[in-house]
């Protein structure tokens, strides 16, 4: 069997993963990846426990990740199209008018 | 070494270094492909870890409705233009921040008693199948939130509509 | 687990105002869907009926409680108390205040729409599941909904440059923190083997197995209300929300929701961590620390009004922690401290959406009026308008006898008698440096001249709302007893309330 | 007897205040004189308070206590009550508050409104203050005239107005906010020990016995003393003050003075001393100290200002130095003396920002070089110049006098052992008291030259030639000070007798006996006050 | 007559309050006889009640008038005495002579007044200033107790800072009146700290007790000897004697009649009377009394030698005083009380004299002080010469004039205490000769040196100023038959002022009081310490006498031939001793030097002090301003160096962070993200720090 470490080292590195693409992707749909990434990992370990503990709300918290997951993707693009619409980038190294 | 345990290190591997593509392909399209590709190798140590369910759930979120939403931006906003270059140095920094927190967590798992972190899986939770025990949990335990649930994608998709939409 | 549809059936009474703020707001977003356009207002007045038609309710649950102990509903999934009652009516006012001072702003700003105010009532819907959740999987999801709700009103005003980047980095910074905060839930389940706050409690004890994994969850938990109630350094986004929102849901945003965060935080580190006290206290306590003295340091420097109150509101976040840290400890302290994070929150209410609704009066149709400069000569021009801005800001510095020096009164007594002297000190030091940059405010109001002539904006609507902020913010200095007793109310916290 | 008075006259301003509110805005003398019509009843009301006060009494009067529950939550109450001490701060702010409204009438010509109900709300908390024995409420009386008066000098001030407005309100409100932690100390070590929570001073103040509150009560010390030290202001936190005064139109600057500071003092004597007797006796020396630094200092950078009314603000550290010399001598002379002073400083540094003030309303400046020989144009005014300037430096028969010699007896009668030692030096007893004395001489050398300079000499300036003597309303408002300035000076009797008992109680409090000292003597809780049936304990 | 001594000095109070409320209504007439009329009935009333005393017995005469309390006993719980103060005035032998001087000698210049100040402006304030004056320095000599003597004391110096200043327009009188009582206070600072030392020791503060366990041997020599010298120190203010005799001959600014009055006869006595009011203290500190003495000689040469090089007619008369002055403590530090009481007496009239005469020459030169231009009087101005030419005799101590007395008894005394004060007292009366007759040959002998105009409007002194003139020449005359010496047959003599005054002097006197106390009035009087008397060396004593005597006539001649023909001679001598002559018309450099090493120091003080309290006091607090405003930038550099700094780690965030430095924030998502990152970081080494 895989011990528990080994998975939530596993999900660790995923979640470091997804953290390094919030930290430096400039192109903002990435960076909303790059969460996706993060929230996937902290399912990965509800999963794992879930199983670990032989409980079951580890897995319905799963379920409900996916669903705010989903949540967020459709309100976060939606916000990315409004500001694209209004400045023409996703860029979000150029998404600074409000600072100091 | 069990074939459970092949799997999984194998998919666990295959989703590290998809998500890593993920966050260092240029192209936004090739992210959003390695992303589904992480997405599914979640879903198959999901079947390892016998939640069969939240795997199906897993794939048709995700593969199915976000990465269609995903690419279907990617194609409205012409990503294309202007090329989108993370200067070296900020991915240096990140690099560390993140090496940093990495090292202090795994510092962390290392020093922590060993019965929390390197328990042997146990077995899947009792009673049917995967998909009805969770289904009985879901309708009834946590109904609450199943409801609450469904208050949120209402949010999401008035989000959607109003932000998306070209005027009030 | 036996379910049983009529004890759940039961159960709903108890959270009638959150189902009635989702029945008014489908209500409105259907209304809002038939009515043309230009009756959209009416909408307004639809949705400050529904937010009132709560208010019974929720004093209904008083009234059950009256007789009644605190008690868990929906599997232990909700909890029936007090602190919960006081922190729904908290939200009640929030939502109905910026109600009233966003009607005629919108129309300024050309965005009068059903979904705003369908959006606001179900995140003071959702701020009410926060304040009653009970399970790890509850605060989860009801503090999503309320922060979708909230990344869209903050980008609500999609013409708007400065909304749509607000809601940009809010939305990316929410959504990092969101994964934080899961990362950190679940390290706890996999460590204590439950989402259920009470079970939490009794698991996550100094010398259980697995308890480093718990504390470290923990602290990524802490990490995540820290964003959520703006504490150092998870700050960051907090002056470029608050910048770019609508003015009126900066008024929310910095009022209800703050609140909403406050009290998972109390639920979360009351009910769920009691026993890691001594762990999380000086993380908080640093928080506390930095942030007030922070949020201060920064804000003397602002031009913009919406961005001086978000730094504000940093250093108010920094004294309220003071609260939170001291509601941990056993006994009559952490009752204390519990009812100083209470009161606090009840005063900074009032004083914080009065102040912005002074901002709202202060745009024009061409004139944005978010600058301190702005304000100048208001004291001339409107005399009430001016001494109401008064007493928002000299209560938001503390000064007696108006409710932010009640509030102030109960955290640095919570830290004085919580054995905090240092942090004490340090607060007073802090306010005293607020008033500061809260004078300038005053200067520009009572010593310079106008600016321009052109007639402030103010509605019936926006009126009431200043009156019912300052009448508060002097009623709760002057006479704060009735306040009090109600904020005693969330004594009755259930502190590990089994599974019902 | 007295039953409501105490309310009354603290809320009349107030009401007032709210009154004028509905007087149109240009109505500007229907104001004026609707305001001191205010002040005047203020004043009147207050007087049988001090004309039919029972001099037996060592404790608060009875007849005058009101007490209500107003925050049973968190014990706190509204207590109003006087006492020998209070009745006198009570009476100084009701004639300077009278006096610097009739002030106002033709120095203030904008925005006149707002002016009276600022100066009217002002005069509540200052009475507040004075009056209250609930901490909360003392707390609040306390925070509440800071606002007022940042108005008034924000508003109506000189050109450096906002700056020494802000300077004021920060500085200030630093030291207050430390106060109140000390308060919240105070208050919570009182409710632990007895499980009451309250913050009613009679029942507080009996901490002063509790042998364990020694540890903590250092510590409260210091926190009080810099709520009030700012206050007072005790060197070296005074530098507020001469921008406070420099800038406040002439009616601030008296009630700054006359007023304000004494709020400081006031704190010293009523909560200090009684409450935490033995942390006094410990910091004594270093109150000494300050004190008497603040004489010497006071005096000296007073002797080179150049603008009249940074010269009296400096005068006053000078003189409030006196105040706190003779508070921590600790004995009966020096409180006597003290208390006093603080009245009379009260009275004759009003008085001098008056006359700055009458002479400032006609030439618009304060330099001291502007003026010159306007003795010959305003020989009243030189007159009562004089008598007020022999007043502040303390000539027999003048009120000054009588304070700071009270004081200096007391301060003759610290014991050598108050001192202070640094690297086996040791420096106290009769040596604060010689410094002290050498405040005579600087105040004399400081206020002689200013009189000479702005009185004496010949007329150069035309522009002085213009100025025109005192009119029939300033002399009005100047000649009640300068009667008290006598009456104190010849006959300070009725003062002393009321101050007789109180004080006497609390040398008792603070440890009592002939020195103050007497500790060191025979250390020993101090004896419980005798039971005057009257007198609330 | 007890009850009604408070009446001596509040009547001229009353005249001051009607002259000063009423004055500018009353005609000068009016102003007059209301200034006049006061003191004229304080003057009765003195004499009455000095009447009364001398029915007494000898050892009894002592009226106390306890009026008010002024501040009251305070009850303290019974262990401690409060300061308690009565308005008490007491009326013995000193006192005596002093209101009687006062109010006499009061009277005359009053009168004498009328006429030289009719034609000035405020006629009116100058009579309520003079009645103030005359109210303080009784209440001064009347009081029984420190305090009501200090209200006097205080109040005096207020009326001699008021008259000095009386010509206010003009800044050397302002300046001069200011220097007057600064001076004073100076003094004053002393003997507050020593009658507050005294309290502090005794618990009380009137004469009576205080002195008489002192008599008794109460207190410690140390303290004793502080406290004299303290007290001294404040006589040396009030009195002008070195080192703070500087601002008397300043005061010579004021009217010519107030120098008579008050920096002549008076209350530059004041000190004098001090010293001998508390004798038995003095008695018990004979190291104070040394340095009175000391003080006195030394005072009194110094201030001679300067005489010798003034023009000005008032200033010569000026340090005159002063060294007059001197001579009185010299007097009392060799502990003759009574001959410094009577010295006093007799300058008081001499002194007075000779300054009303000198007002009489300046009133008729129109003020013209200048000796330099005057000359040639003689027959001018033949009233005003022969009352000059007695004062000038009396002065330079001529048998029979009031000088001669007083000033054999001093210097005698002197002698026995030490020869070598003798010899300092001896000489200076050789100067004090040789100046007077030095002002009395420029003004009067020598040939006229006035200008034309002067000369022409030259008058003689009318009614109202010649008689008081008059007067005081009459008691310059006979005044020293008041206290005829031993020696010359006082014994046989129905009054002399010794015998009067002795009680007063006699500590035995006060240790009696305690006798009921202490045990036996005997025993006490065998502790106290006793009042030296001289032992009568007869043929020494003549033999001084003589010599003295010749000397001054003999230095009276050579000065007449000296300056009855003119300057010549004079300018001769001027030349070939110009250093010293510089020295002496320069009066030592005395005010410069005070001026450098004082003044200037003190104000180079309050200057430090207002720059230290600009820069280091307030500017802490402005430090601590900036450090929070500027912190507040600093928190822009937190964000851009440690935020963003780790993000970009390099060169460029370095230069952006000088450009950035005025931004508290990138305004960039991901720094804010970092900040989160890092602070979860922080967040998990605090807590493996406290686990």
């Not at chain 2, 270094?17 to 966050?23: G, T």
């Not at chain 3, 966003?102 to 606001?120: F, K, P, T, V």
């Not at chain 5, 409320?21 to 102003?31: E, N, P």
């Not at chain 5, 330079?396 to 026995?416: Q, T």
Request: aromatic share 12%; with cysteine; net charge neutral.
């Amino acid at each position: 069997m895989i011990p528990a470490s080994h998975i939530m080292i596993f999900s660790m590195i995923l979640f470091t993963v997804g953290m390094l693409g919030v930290l430096t992707r400039r192109n903002a749909i990435i960076v909303l990846m790059g969460i996706e990434l993060m929230l996937n990992s902290a399912n990965i370990n509800f999963i794992a426990f879930s199983r670990q503990l032989g409980d079951m709300a580890g897995q319905i918290f799963g379920i409900f990740t996916i669903v705010v997951a989903a949540g967020e993707v459709a309100v976060g693009l939606a916000i990315i199209i409004a500001l694209f619409r209004n400045k023409d980038t996703i860029n979000i190294d150029e998404i600074d008018i409000m600072k100091g | 070494m069990e074939a459970s345990a092949i799997v999984f290190y194998t998919l666990a591997s295959m989703a590290v270094v998809s998500a890593v593509m993920v966050v260092t392909r240029r192209s936004a399209v090739h992210a959003a492909l390695f992303l589904v590709l992480t997405f599914f190798c979640v879903a198959g140590i999901y079947i390892v870890l016998s939640a069969e369910f939240l795997a199906a759930v897993q794939v048709l979120v995700y593969a199915g409705g976000v990465m269609v939403l995903y690419l279907f931006v990617i194609m409205l906003v012409p990503l294309q233009a202007r090329p989108l270059k993370p200067p070296v140095r900020h991915v240096a920094g990140s690099l560390l921040l993140a090496g940093l927190l990495a090292a202090s967590l795994i510092s962390y798992f290392w020093n922590a008693t060993p019965s929390a972190t390197a328990r042997e899986m146990g077995y899947p939770p009792a009673g049917g199948g995967n998909i009805e025990a969770v289904g009985m949990e879901l309708y009834r335990r946590y109904l609450l939130p199943f409801e609450i649930a469904s208050v949120t994608l209402l949010v999401a998709m008035i989000g959607a509509v109003v932000l998306a939409r070209k005027k009030v | 687990m036996e379910f049983d549809a009529a004890k759940y059936l039961q159960d709903s009474q108890f959270i009638i105002a959150e189902l009635l703020l989702c029945f008014f707001a489908f209500i409105i977003l259907i209304v809002s869907a038939i009515l043309p356009k230009e009756a959209r207002r009416s909408i307004a007045w639809l949705s400050l009926f529904g937010t009132t038609c709560v208010v019974p309710s929720v004093a209904w649950i008083a009234w059950q409680l009256k007789g009644d102990a605190a008690r868990p509903v929906f599997f232990g999934d909700v909890a029936v108390d007090g602190l919960a009652f006081f922190f729904k009516l908290i939200f009640l006012v929030g939502a109905l205040l910026t109600i009233l001072i966003s009607i005629r702003y919108m129309d300024i700003e050309r965005a009068q729409a059903g979904e705003y105010y369908a959006l606001i009532m179900i995140a003071t819907a959702s701020m009410m599941f926060m304040a009653t959740a009970l399970s790890l999987l509850m605060i989860f999801i009801a503090l999503e909904t309320m922060a979708l709700s909230i990344y869209i009103l903050v980008g609500f005003l999609k013409e708007n440059r400065k909304s749509n980047e607000a809601a940009l980095k809010y939305f990316v910074l929410g959504g990092f923190s969101t994964a934080i905060f899961l990362y950190g839930s679940s390290l706890v389940y996999g460590a204590t083997g439950s989402i259920q706050l009470s079970e939490i409690a009794v698991r996550a004890v100094p010398g259980a197995p697995g308890v480093e994994i718990a504390v470290l969850g923990l602290i990524l938990i802490t990490v995540a209300l820290g964003f959520k109630v703006a504490a150092v350094p998870f700050h960051m986004y907090i002056p470029d929300a608050y910048e770019g929102a609508p003015t009126a849901i900066t008024a929310f945003i910095s009022t209800a929701s703050k609140a909403a965060a406050f009290v998972v935080a109390l639920r979360v580190l009351l009910a769920g961590f009691p026993g890691l006290h001594e762990y999380w206290a000086p993380l908080v306590a640093l928080m506390a620390a930095a942030s007030m003295t922070l949020g201060n340091v920064a804000a003397i420097l602002q031009d913009n009004m919406k961005r001086m109150l978000a730094y504000s509101s940093i250093a108010h976040a920094g004294y309220t922690l003071m609260g939170v840290l001291v509601a941990g400890m056993p006994g009559a302290t952490g009752q204390f401290g519990l009812k100083a994070v209470a009161v606090y929150m009840m005063v900074y209410t009032f004083m914080n959406i009065g102040a912005f609704a002074m901002v709202i009066m202060l745009r024009r149709e061409n004139l944005v009026g978010d600058q301190v400069a702005d304000f100048s000569g208001l004291a001339r021009r409107s005399p009430l308008a001016a001494f109401a801005m008064l007493l928002f800001l000299l209560s938001l510095a503390g000064i007696p006898p108006l409710a932010g020096f009640m509030g102030k009164w109960y955290l640095f007594g919570a830290a004085i008698k919580g054995h905090y002297a240092w942090l004490a000190v340090l607060a007073v030091v802090n306010s005293a440096i607020s008033l500061y940059y809260y004078l300038r405010v005053v200067v520009c109001m009572y010593l310079r001249e106008p600016l321009t002539d052109e007639p402030y904006n103010t509605s019936p609507a926006l009126t009431a709302a200043l009156a019912i902020a300052a009448g508060m913010t002097l009623l709760i200095g002057i006479m704060p007893e009735r306040f009090l007793r109600l904020a005693s109310f969330s004594y009755t916290l259930m502190m590990a309330a089994a599974p019902g | 007897m007295f039953q409501g008075l105490l309310s009354l006259i603290c809320y009349v301003p107030l009401a007032g205040a709210l009154l004028i509110l509905f007087f149109p805005k240009d109505s500007k003398k229907g104001i004026a004189y609707f305001a001191t019509a205010v002040a005047a009843i203020d004043f009147a009301i207050s007087l049988p308070l001090f004309l039919q006060w029972d001099t037996s009494l060592a404790g608060f009067d009875q007849r005058t206590f009101e007490r209500f529950d107003w925050i049973p939550s968190i014990g706190a109450q509204y207590v109003f009550g006087l006492d020998g001490i209070s009745v006198l701060f009570v009476m100084l702010t009701t004639l300077l508050g009278l006096i610097s409204v009739l002030s106002s009438w033709s120095a203030i010509t904008e925005r006149v409104k707002e002016y009276y109900i600022f100066l009217l709300v002002l005069q509540t908390g200052m009475l507040g203050v004075f009056m209250s024995l609930d901490f909360f409420l003392f707390y609040v009386f306390w925070e509440v005239m800071l606002v007022p008066m940042y108005f008034l000098i924000g508003i109506w001030g000189g050109a450096n107005k906002l700056y020494a407005a802000i300077k004021f309100f920060l500085y200030t409100l630093f030291g207050s906010v430390l106060m109140l932690l000390g308060i919240l100390a105070v208050y919570f070590y009182y409710g632990a020990q007895t499980g009451v929570y309250t913050f009613d001073y009679t029942q507080l103040v009996t901490l002063g016995a509790d042998p364990e509150f020694f540890e903590l009560s250092k510590w409260i010390f210091w926190a009080f003393f810099i709520g009030f030290a700012i206050k007072v202001p005790m060197f070296p936190f005074h530098t507020w003050l001469p921008d406070a005064h420099t800038e406040a139109p002439t009616a601030g600057s008296v009630i700054l003075a006359g007023v304000l500071l004494k709020m400081g003092t006031y704190g010293f004597v009523r909560f200090n001393l009684p409450m935490l007797p033995e942390a006094s006796r410990l910091y004594a020396p270093y109150m000494l100290a300050l004190a008497v630094v603040g004489i010497i200092y006071g005096a000296l950078v007073a002797m080179v200002q150049r603008d009249w009314k940074k010269l009296v603000a400096y005068s006053s550290v000078s003189h409030l130095g006196f105040c706190m010399l003779g508070v921590f001598a600790l004995n009966v002379n020096g409180l006597n003396g003290g208390i006093l002073q603080m009245i009379n400083h009260g009275l004759s540094t009003g008085a001098l920002f008056l006359i700055v003030g009458i002479v400032y309303e006609r030439r618009h400046t304060r330099m001291i070089s502007e003026y010159g020989g306007l003795s010959k144009q305003m020989p009243v005014f030189a007159a009562i110049f004089m008598i007020i300037t022999m007043s502040s430096i303390g000539l027999p028969a003048l009120n000054g006098f009588i304070g700071e010699f009270t004081i200096l007896a007391g301060a003759f009668q610290i014991p050598s052992t108050v001192a202070l030692s640094f690297m086996g030096w040791s420096v106290g007893g009769k040596f604060w008291a010689v410094c002290g004395v050498s405040g005579i001489v600087l105040g004399a050398a400081y206020m002689l030259w200013l009189y000479q300079r702005t009185m004496f000499g010949g007329l150069d300036n035309p522009e002085n030639l213009k100025m025109t003597d005192c009119n029939t309303r300033e002399v009005i408002y100047l000649v009640p000070l300068v009667a008290c300035c006598f009456w104190i000076g010849l006959y300070p009797k009725p003062f002393f007798r009321i101050l007789e008992k109180p004080v006497a109680r609390l040398v008792e409090q603070v440890g009592g006996g002939r020195t103050g000292y007497a500790h060191l003597a025979a250390p020993g809780p101090a004896p419980a006050p005798a039971n005057d049936p009257r007198a609330v304990e | 007559m007890a009850g009604l001594l408070w009446l001596i000095p509040v009547l001229p109070a009353l005249g001051f309050v009607v002259n000063g409320l009423l004055g500018t209504r009353l005609s000068k007439k009016a102003v007059s006889v209301v200034a006049c009329g006061v003191v004229l009935a304080s003057f009765v009333l003195s004499a009455l009640a000095v009447g009364q005393l001398a029915g007494m017995d000898q050892g009894a005469r002592y009226m106390e008038n306890r009026l008010a309390a002024w501040i009251p006993a305070v009850d303290a719980g019974g262990s401690s005495p409060g300061l308690t103060l009565d308005w008490l005035f007491v009326l013995d032998p000193l006192s005596a002579v002093m209101i009687l001087i006062v109010t006499g000698v009061g009277l005359l210049i009053h009168i004498y007044s009328i006429g030289y100040m009719w034609e000035e402006t405020g006629y009116w304030r100058y009579f309520a200033y003079l009645n103030l004056f005359m109210a303080m320095m009784l209440t001064l000599v009347l009081g029984g107790s420190f305090a009501v003597m200090f209200v006097g004391w205080e109040g005096v110096g207020l009326c001699s800072y008021l008259l000095i200043g009386y010509f206010y327009w003009k800044t050397d009188c302002a300046d001069a009146g200011r220097k007057a009582f600064i001076t004073n206070r100076i003094g004053d600072l002393a003997f507050v700290v020593g009658t507050l030392a005294l309290f502090a020791a005794f618990g009380t503060l009137e004469f009576r007790p205080i002195l008489a366990s002192v008599a008794v041997g109460q207190g410690s020599t140390f303290l004793l000897t502080a406290v004299a010298l303290c007290l001294f120190g404040g006589a040396c203010g009030k009195s002008a004697q070195i080192p703070l005799y500087v601002w008397l001959p300043d005061a010579m600014a004021g009217p010519t009649p107030v120098s008579a009055l008050i920096h002549a006869a008076t209350m530059v006595t004041a000190g004098v009377y001090m010293v001998c009011r508390l004798s038995p203290l003095f008695l018990a500190a004979p190291a104070a009394l040394a340095v009175v003495a000391i003080v006195g000689a030394a005072t009194a040469l110094f201030a001679a030698t300067i005489g010798l090089a003034q023009n000005d007619i008032k200033k010569v008369l000026a340090y005159s005083t002063v060294s007059q002055l001197g001579y009185m403590f010299l007097a009392a530090g060799v502990g003759a009380f009574s001959a410094a009481i009577f010295h006093l007496t007799t300058h008081a009239f001499f002194k007075a004299l000779l300054f009303l005469g000198s007002g009489a020459v300046i009133h008729a030169l129109h003020h013209e002080q200048d000796m330099l231009k005057m000359g040639g009087l003689k027959g001018r101005l033949p009233v005003t010469y022969k009352v000059f030419l007695c004062g000038w005799l009396a002065i330079c101590g001529i048998v029979p004039f009031a000088g001669f007395f007083s000033k054999d008894e001093i210097l005698w005394r002197a002698f026995v205490w030490s020869p070598a004060i003798w010899a300092v007292a001896a000489v200076t009366a050789v100067l004090t000769a040789f100046y007077m007759t030095r002002l009395m040959g420029l003004t009067f002998w020598s040939p006229s040196r006035m200008d034309h105009h002067a000369e022409e409007h030259l008058h003689e002194v009318g009614p109202s100023m010649k008689w008081p003139l008059v007067a005081l020449a009459v008691l310059s005359v006979v005044g020293g038959f008041l206290s005829v010496p031993s020696a010359l047959g006082g014994d046989l003599m129905p009054f002399t002022m010794e015998r009067w005054l002795e009680p007063v002097f006699e500590p035995a006197t006060y240790a009696a009081l305690l006798h009921g106390e202490v045990g036996g009035a005997e025993a006490a009087a065998a502790e106290a310490p006793q009042a030296p008397h001289a032992e009568h060396g007869a043929a020494l004593e003549y033999g001084l006498m003589a010599l003295a005597l010749v000397l001054a006539a003999l230095t009276m001649r050579f000065g007449y031939g000296f300056y009855k023909d003119g300057l010549d001679r004079a300018a001769a001598v001027r030349r070939r001793f110009s250093a010293a002559y510089d020295l002496l018309k320069n009066k030592y450099w005395v005010d410069e030097i005070y001026d450098a090493a004082v003044i200037q120091s003190f104000y180079r003080l309050c200057r430090a002090a207002l720059t230290f309290d600009v820069r280091v006091v307030d500017g802490a607090v402005h430090l601590v301003r900036n450090l929070t405003v500027g912190s507040s930038y600093l928190s822009v550099f937190w964000d851009t160096w440690v935020v963003d700094g780790m993000v970009n780690l390099t060169g460029r965030s370095i230069r952006r962070a000088s450009g950035l430095l005025r931004r508290l924030q990138t305004g960039l998502t991901q720094s804010y993200a970092s900040a989160m990152v890092f602070g979860l970081f922080v967040l998990i080494c605090v807590y493996m720090y406290v686990s």
